[in-house]
Antibody, heavy 115, light 106 residues
Framework: QVQLVESGGGVVQPGRSLRLSCTTSGFTYKTSTMHWVRQAPGKGLEWVAGISSSGYNKYYADAVKGRFTISRDNTKNTLSLQMNSLRPEDTAVYYC????????WGQGTLVTVSS | AIQLTQSPSSLSASVGDRVTITCRAGQDISSGLAWFQQRPGKAPQILIYDASSLESGVPSRFSGSGSGTDFTLTISSLQPEDFATYYCQQFHDYPLTFGGGTKVEI
């Protein structure tokens, strides 16, 4: 069955960096667009970034453009999110999900940005 | 960005009730809409894709309708496990966007 497992979350000071990973299995990863979605505590869902199946096309929410970088490794079936210049408002559970319809999600990893 | 306006933001209902949630897009998104259910502390789960297609394994009491700018999620007979928050999401264009959510409570 489809599995997506996020890792890499934790507590980080404002201005620092963090790298999230999403390990996948159970589907043809190399043909699927992939996405990161986040949810701040007690808030709704916010799409963060997406990447095409080849990795050539990348898309970002305005809130993270220039600070976050999405990437993928189609040989290892993994997705990454490099987060730089983190801000307190980036505090959230970060989920990876597949396809534009976000038809499968991981369990999420919590990122807390605080001094 | 395409704005999605979901209503109501919350509702109270009882087991067996018919529940309807609406989602209005700020521009024509054809059928590029999905509906999700999220229970507390859990990841969202897709219910409906392409506005009206039921995801495999989702109970048939869930249905979606609409196209263009106006969409509806209907739960025909509310069950105890359906008390949760529901979100619409458009995938017609980037950036992908979500509605604000509807919390279904007892």
């Amino acid at each position: 069955q489809v599995q997506l497992v996020e890792s890499g979350g934790g507590v980080v000071q404002p201005g620092r960096s963090l790298r999230l990973s999403c390990t996948t299995s159970g589907f043809t990863y190399k043909t699927s667009t992939m996405h990161w979605v986040r949810q701040a505590p007690g808030k709704g869902l916010e799409w963060v970034a997406g990447i095409s199946s080849s990795g050539y096309n990348k898309y970002y929410a305005d809130a993270v453009k220039g600070r976050f970088t999405i990437s993928r490794d189609n040989t290892k079936n993994t997705l990454s999110l490099q987060m730089n210049s983190l801000r307190p408002e980036d505090t959230a559970v970060y989920y990876c999900a597949k396809r534009e319809s976000l038809d499968s999600w991981g369990q999420g990893t919590l990122v807390t940005v605080s001094s | 960005a395409i704005q999605l306006t979901q209503s109501p933001s919350s509702l109270s209902a009882s087991v067996g009730d018919r529940v309807t949630i609406t989602c209005r897009a700020g521009q024509d998104i054809s059928s590029g809409l999905a509906w999700f259910q999220q229970r507390p502390g859990k990841a969202p789960q897709i219910l409906i894709y392409d506005a009206s297609s039921l995801e495999s394994g989702v109970p048939s009491r869930f249905s979606g309708s609409g196209s263009g700018t106006d969409f509806t999620l209907t739960i025909s007979s509310l069950q105890p496990e359906d008390f949760a928050t529901y979100y619409c999401q458009q995938f017609h264009d980037y950036p992908l966007t979500f509605g604000g959510g509807t919390k279904v409570e007892i």
